[in-house]
């Protein structure tokens, strides 16, 4: 860690953990609470599919445009002005009675809760350089979030009702609110940040989206390295696909209980306290594509294998804890690698990128995976998608062993 880095004040450090971390949990909360309150209003199964799939469709069109206004206007400037309308969207909820209107509360939440962790990374990119021990703690209090943040969203929901669970997430959302108040106002221009850009005034002209931020996104997969981070973030992205859809589905349906369900879960989050705060050792040791292909591997094969572990709880939490594992531990690489290999003024469009990308396989693999279990039944759904991850994951493997794109650059 270099001398400018190590004068990082932790109150700056503590502003972007804050912010990174009730960001990156907000979509979880929803999951517990939107599902029931749709419940409620007795909306059939597949119109709460679509209503909840619809939280997906404003960060795949709009991520990178999100990064490119990121990049102009600060990270600090947008990522207040998204806490604001998330603290006050989720209030809404309680009080909409038809279902068009829930889905149009779903595209304006699932944008701002995207491009608020958009901000997020573009700050440890920027700021922290993406350096493995600052990501690392990122990737640390984001688990922490993700371990607490559904598990009392629903104990409000059970207590307070509606108003409860969706004043949490509203309240969750004023957390980022604080977290971004602790940073500077220049917190881009500081002396530990030698690479100083200026942010631009507000207009119509920043915030209008514009094809060209789209072309210089999409132009970064030309360079060989940043084709190799984002497919491997995609791909990592496929086993969180089959944990958010049909995982629970199986569990339940050979006899697990909700309770243990839950706590499958909580594992998860749990061992990625451990993953996130081991990347930086592991770095000592082994280069970060490897380490990359490694813990990719390791988090689509442990979400695979689940039907083969039947019912065997204590089987279950072993893989759910190794995956959980490996999914925080690689997420520093990922940030890490982005930071040093796009250029600066592209941090914040190489990291929409990368969310839009992660979009299209939250929205994709359950709706696949969905046909696949319809002809095949669902447990081979589960190998199915797997598998083909894994032998994807093999191809790129070769790719950059025969490219040598990391030749003597990590």
Same mark, same amino acid.
């Given at each position: ?34 599902? /029931?309150?749709?419940?409620?209003? *007795? &909306?059939?199964?597949?119109?709460? #599919?679509?209503?909840? =799939?619809?939280?997906? +469709? $404003? ?88 371990? /607490?943040?559904?598990?009392?969203? *629903? &104990?409000?929901?059970?207590?307070? #009702?509606?108003?409860? =669970?969706?004043?949490? +997430? $509203? ?240």
């Amino acid at each position: 860690m270099s001398a400018e880095l190590r004068r990082i004040p932790w109150r700056v450090q503590a502003g972007i953990y804050g912010a990174a971390a009730f960001s990156n949990t907000m979509p979880n909360m929803g999951w517990v609470v939107i599902p /029931i309150w749709l419940l409620l209003q *007795g &909306v059939p199964d597949w119109l709460i #599919g679509i209503t909840i =799939g619809c939280r997906h +469709i $404003g960060p795949m069109l709009l991520a990178i445009h999100g990064g490119a206004v990121i990049d102009r206007l600060g990270a600090r400037r947008v990522m207040l002005f998204l806490a604001i309308i998330g603290a006050l969207t989720p209030l809404l909820y309680p009080i909409t009675p038809f279902i068009w209107a829930i889905i149009v509360l779903q595209l304006i939440t699932g944008l701002v809760d995207a491009l608020g962790w958009v901000g997020a990374q573009t700050l440890v990119s920027k700021v922290m350089k993406g350096d493995a021990i600052y990501t690392g703690r990122m990737s640390f209090f984001t688990r922490l979030g993700l371990l /607490i943040g559904p598990a009392i969203s *629903g &104990v409000a929901w059970d207590y307070l #009702g509606p108003w409860g =669970g969706f004043g949490l +997430i $509203g309240l969750w959302s004023a957390g980022i609110l604080f977290s971004v108040y602790l940073l500077p106002r220049d917190i881009e221009q500081q002396g530990y940040n030698k690479d100083r850009v200026k942010s631009e005034t507000i207009t119509l002209r920043v915030l209008t989206p514009k094809v060209s931020d789209y072309l210089k996104a999409f132009k970064l997969l030309a360079l060989p390295t940043i084709f190799f981070v984002l497919t491997m973030s995609l791909l990592r992205h496929l086993g969180g696909g089959i944990q958010a859809s049909f995982y629970g589905v199986h569990l339940k349906d050979i006899g697990i209980s909700a309770t243990t369900i839950g706590l499958l879960i909580s594992i998860n989050g749990a061992f990625g306290l451990v993953g996130s705060l081991s990347a930086a050792p592991m770095q000592r040791y082994f280069k970060d594509h490897w380490l990359l292909i490694f813990l990719v591997t390791v988090s689509i094969l442990f979400i695979t294998i689940t039907p083969i572990l039947n019912d065997h709880v204590i089987a279950l939490m072993f893989a759910s804890g190794l995956r959980g594992w490996a999914m925080a531990a690689s997420l520093v690489f990922i940030i890490s690698m982005i930071a040093r290999y796009a250029e600066r003024e592209m941090q914040g469009r190489a990291m929409g990128l990368r969310v839009t990308l992660n979009q299209m396989t939250w929205f994709a693999v359950p709706v696949i995976m969905g046909f696949v279990a319809e002809i095949f039944g669902r447990e081979d759904s589960f190998y199915v998608i797997g598998f083909t991850a894994i032998i994807l994951l093999g191809l790129l493997t070769l790719w950059t062993y025969h490219r040598k794109i990391f030749h003597k650059r990590i």
